[in-house]
């Protein structure tokens, strides 16, 4: 592999010039820089990565802790974020944050050791206790956590406007005459808690009672809690449409409704959240609230990039929600 002092050497110059023409210096004469470049374009140099985070202070490097490598709704985040960070000449180090912390390891100082620059958080299915809390405090680049939020946290982050899906999607119900609605709650998420919070402060707002036995919290459970919403649906006092945390969640819906012989949307209207190719392919199409991962990806990518080079000025941590939309179809019935 060819050097600055093998380049040097073919132009006859210093290495300190050679490095400086590369960079672009304008104190080098514009022939002299056109030639070593000319040079080392010829024998195709690569500058040295590590020299080159020395000299800078910078690794031009992102660390990503990521979790969720089946998900199709995280990959669209991470698909937005690699358009950006390879768009501003970024190289990404990923690792994944249940698997370490399941062995105990110290996770951030991974990414200390090789001098990220900054790092884009995936939270993990638990919210991080105090120590891991601690190495995140302890990371002096910046952060910005992606998706999943945690009361109190002090860091930049990018998720979606649940609150405000949620209720998009109550309304809609009710709109269409349909008064008695349950929830499929996912409790032990941020975006969870918040779709929660959008249902019943909708319901309330039309004066609409939130009965508890039409409402089943699926967190932590196998296949959604596909054995709770079929319990709930084969009372006799069952609701007349679901708002469900996720597009899955409405799937084992229509799953325990079509085994009981409910039909949809007739007897039971559905609507999911995350708008997942297979909601517009199953039947009856399914209604839900769609989210834009690729979106949330590029925005956060944009406030690291933005946050790496204002790192010397004073930290006040934003908080981005991107907004969402209704995608009407056909699990909810007309009036």
């Not at 960070?85 to 698997?99: F, H, K, N, S």
């Not at 609605?181 to 998420?189: C, D, E, H, P, R």
């Not at 007739?266 to 909601?279: A, P, T, Y």
């Amino acid at each position: 592999m060819v050097s600055l002092k093998d380049i040097a050497n073919v132009c006859n110059v210093s290495e300190s010039t050679v490095s400086k023409a590369l960079k672009g210096h304008p104190m080098i004469k514009l022939g002299t820089r056109k030639k070593i470049q000319e040079v080392a374009l010829k024998y195709n140099y690569q500058p040295n990565a590590l020299v080159e985070s020395m000299q800078t202070g910078r690794s031009k490097t992102i660390g990503i802790a990521y979790n969720n490598f089946y998900d199709s709704f995280a990959g669209g985040i991470l698909t937005g974020v690699f358009e950006k960070l390879c768009a501003a000449g970024y190289e990404t180090m990923i690792i994944c944050w249940d698997v370490l912390v399941s062995h105990e390891a110290q996770v951030f100082s991974r990414f200390s050791r090789r001098r990220v620059d900054g790092l884009l958080f995936f939270p993990p299915m638990k919210i991080p206790g105090s120590n891991y809390l601690k190495e995140l405090r302890d990371f002096h680049n910046p952060i910005v956590v992606i998706d999943q939020t945690w009361p109190g946290n002090e860091f930049n982050y990018v998720g979606s406007d649940n609150v405000r899906g949620a209720a998009l999607a109550t309304e809609h119900m009710i709109e269409r005459g349909i008064s008695n609605i349950g929830f499929i709650k996912y409790s032990v998420v941020s975006s969870g808690t918040e779709r929660w919070q959008g249902f019943v402060e909708t319901m309330q707002k039309h004066g609409l009672p939130v009965k508890d036995s039409w409402c089943v919290d699926v967190g932590n459970l196998p296949n959604y809690g596909y054995e709770l919403i079929l319990k709930m649906l084969s009372k006799s006092d069952r609701p007349e449409g679901l708002v469900c945390f996720n597009d899955n969640c409405a799937y084992q819906a229509m799953a325990a409704a079509n085994e009981l012989g409910i039909r949809i949307p007739e007897d039971l209207s559905l609507i999911g959240f995350g708008d997942i190719m297979l909601s517009s392919i199953m039947r009856p199409k399914l209604t839900t609230v769609k989210q834009f991962p690729e979106d949330i990806g590029r925005k956060a990518a944009d406030i690291l990039l933005e946050s790496i080079k204002r790192r010397d000025e004073p930290y006040v941590p934003q908080s981005i929600l991107m907004p969402e939309e209704l995608i009407c179809r056909d699990s909810v019935r007309r009036q």
